[in-house]
């Protein structure tokens, strides 16, 4: 599947924010209909990807933070990724690890 969202006719200062949060939405709807959920291979934008998500915890580059995690997977924030992990595991991330790593 390939979703595609044009917008040309939004407001220029308001384009990139409506864009991430209608994907978002479309993420989690087709993620809610489609069993077991949906794995995104690419997200591409035509505007660049912001430095550092603000607010975010970040690592030293281990690739295990949330933060980076949701950059690499497409999503706009942390806080989306964590609230789509919790749903579909019944737990956060970082408990999540914790216990694989507690065996």
């Given amino acids: 599947m390939r979703v595609e969202l044009d917008d040309a006719a939004l407001p220029a200062g308001m384009a990139r924010f409506l864009a991430e949060r209608d994907l978002a939405a479309i993420h989690t709807v087709i993620g809610e ?6 794995s995104v291979r690419e ?3 035509r505007f660049p990807s912001p430095p550092v ?4 915890r970040t690592c030293s580059g281990c690739g295990r933070c949330s933060a980076r995690r949701a950059a690499r997977l497409g999503y706009a924030e942390a806080a989306a990724f964590i609230h789509a992990f ?3 595991h019944g737990t956060t991330p970082g408990d999540h690890g914790r216990r694989r790593r507690a065996g």
């Fill in 33 to 38: 209909l489609a069993p077991g959920g949906v």
């Fill in 43 to 45: 997200v591409a934008f």
């Fill in 53 to 56: 998500l603000a607010g975010s």
């Fill in 86 to 88: 919790r749903r579909r």
